[in-house]
């Protein structure tokens, strides 16, 4: 895991179009056409609206165009109002900063990969698809949606995708799709907590690696409470805060000057991610694995919280 930092990069929305029913594409390019940072399929970037309002979203454009990125909104009308903000004022002309690409969903090397779409899942798979045409690799997409109307991006996907509309055709078939435990067949999976549970509950003797999601929400429900306070060194300013028991690190580090830029404060974005100097972090989010945790060297201050008294984190 990298520290992405916290600079921001001016862009304009130069296109808007409906992807499918409750769906717009976006595609944001720098005001003066100059060469955006490169990025990777499974990568992802914060947007922050004219409104002040931080929310990620996956890339899902063509990552050898260096001048463009696009992403995919879907309008969640429970949501916190960012989709809403989008679909309804957001206009072709109108300027937005986004954080530099990162990302916790690479696509790694292998000759076969199964893609399982849920929704707008679709849209960190649709890179990946992309890179697995170019590099010849044997790949296979298999996307669900509640109806085929709301189902996006569908022209772009081919023929090896098989297309299963909710209303029409029942739940996506996973074991009828799923490799064997152990194949050098790679699973990506995006989609929403049902989705990703199920596939969770038919693949736990596959081994680590073998399967990869990516989550919309925690894998639990996140508290911020602790029983004990812990203190929180800025190693930059040398300025120390103390974390209350129900108080997030992301406040009150925040309250103190770190700047610290955050969007799903859920610990599943990872916009906020913090390195991490001295201490031991308590980890909550649902981005790093097993052998990130243990290296202890970053943290998501949204969520997570001390194990040791007291950390030191650079910023």
């Not at 699973?187 to 929403?192: D, Q, S």
Request: glycine share 10%; net charge negative; hydrophobic share 40%.
């Amino acid at each position: 895991m990298t520290n992405a930092g916290n600079a921001l990069i001016d862009l304009v929305v130069t296109d808007k179009s409906a992807a499918a029913q409750g769906v717009v594409a976006l595609t944001l390019r720098h005001p003066d056409g100059l060469r955006l940072p490169d990025w990777s399929p499974g990568a992802h970037l914060d947007l922050v609206l004219p409104n002040g309002m931080v929310r990620q979203y996956s890339l899902c454009g063509d990552r050898w165009d260096s001048t463009s990125y696009r992403i995919g909104v879907l309008r969640e009308p429970a949501g916190r109002g960012g989709s809403a903000f989008i679909h309804d004022r957001l206009r072709p002309g109108d300027r937005v900063a986004t954080s530099a690409p990162r990302n916790n969903f690479r696509l790694v090397p292998s000759p076969r990969y199964l893609f399982i779409a849920g929704g707008i899942g679709i849209t960190p798979l649709l890179p990946m698809v992309l890179q697995a045409e170019r590099l010849g690799a044997d790949w296979h997409l298999l996307y669900g949606g509640r109806t085929l109307a709301g189902m996006a991006f569908l022209d772009e996907l081919g023929e090896r995708a098989t297309i299963v509309p909710q209303d029409e055709s029942g739940l996506l078939d996973l074991p009828a799709h799923l490799p064997p435990p152990g194949s050098d067949t790679k699973v990506y999976c995006c989609g929403p907590a049902p989705l990703l549970h199920a596939l969770e509950q038919l693949t736990v003797d596959h081994p680590a690696g073998q399967v990869r999601t990516e989550r919309f929400v925690a894998t639990t429900e996140v508290s911020s409470a602790s029983d004990e306070p812990f203190e929180v060194e800025l190693r930059r300013t040398g300025v120390t805060v103390v974390v209350a028991p129900r108080q997030s690190m992301l406040d009150a580090i925040n309250a103190a000057g770190a700047g610290v830029l955050s969007s799903c404060r859920q610990g599943t974005c990872g916009t906020c991610e913090t390195a991490v100097v001295a201490g031991i972090p308590e980890h909550r989010d649902s981005i790093l694995d097993d052998a990130e945790r243990a290296a202890g060297d970053c943290l998501f201050p949204c969520v997570s919280r001390c194990g040791s008294g007291r950390l030191v984190l650079d910023v």
